[in-house]
Structure formats: C-alpha cells, structure tokens
C-alpha cells in the first residue's frame, strides 16, 4: 500500500490549515487511518484515528475538539482538518494505515506509513 501526504505549510497560531492522504496500491482491503506527527526531538505520537467502518474515530488530547479526521467515500483518501493551531503543533506529519483488528489508537500498530509533510505553527 503507498500512502502520499500533503498539504502543509507555514502558517500562523490562530490559523487552520487541512492535510491530506491518498492511499492506493491494496484495493478491497479494509484498513484504518491515522494521522501521526512528530516534532523535533520527541517522539512521534498518533494525533487522529478512523477505523474502516468509519464511526468513532479516536484523537489524542492534543487534539480533541481542534482536529477532525475524515475520508471520502471510497476510502481511498483521507483528511486531517486542524483548526487552532498552535506553534506545539509544529511537527512533520505522516498518514498511516493498520490492516488488522488492534486498537485504533496505539501508533505501534500502524504498518504502512506515507512520507510526512512539514506543519510549521509560527506563534
């Protein structure tokens, strides 16, 4: 599976800014997204998760009531919607998926990551 990220930049505290993942290459397979960043010099951490039946998707407390992951309908594309962003949010972000049944939110289970794209906050 290959997973292309974009949409980043540099933008303000304040300001919002949408990513997006297109996934391809495992058709008819059923996996869940995430989003995972990662600032330098800490370790990465998983932001936003979506199982494949697309209910309850899951977000870090960094995250809760400012991201919103979302996906087309033919799942092949997926969204991370960040509002209030903050300079802590700068980081490279990565999209990923897991083919099996663990738990949406533990990043170690995510098995095909994309390349990142940089969010640069600016306070």
């Known amino acids: 599976v290959q997973l292309q990220a974009s949409g980043g930049g540099l933008v303000q505290a304040g300001d919002s800014l949408r990513l997006s993942c297109e996934i391809s290459?495992?058709?008819?397979?059923?996996?869940?997204m995430g989003w995972i960043r990662q600032a330098t010099g800490k370790e990465r951490e998983l932001v936003a998760a979506?199982?494949?039946?697309?209910?309850?998707?899951w977000y870090a407390n960094s995250a809760k009531g400012r991201f919103t992951i979302s996906r087309n309908q033919a799942k092949d594309t997926v969204w991370l919607q960040m509002n209030s962003l903050k300079p802590e949010d700068t980081a490279v972000y990565y999209c990923?998926?897991?083919?099996?049944?663990?738990?949406?939110?533990?990043?170690?289970?995510?098995?095909?990551w994309g390349q990142g794209t940089l969010v640069t906050v600016s306070s």
């Open positions: 290459g495992r058709a008819f397979s059923a996996y869940d």
């Open positions: 990923a998926v897991k083919m099996d049944a663990s738990p949406i939110y533990r990043i170690s289970n995510y098995e095909h």
């Open positions: 979506m199982p494949w039946r697309g209910d309850r998707p």
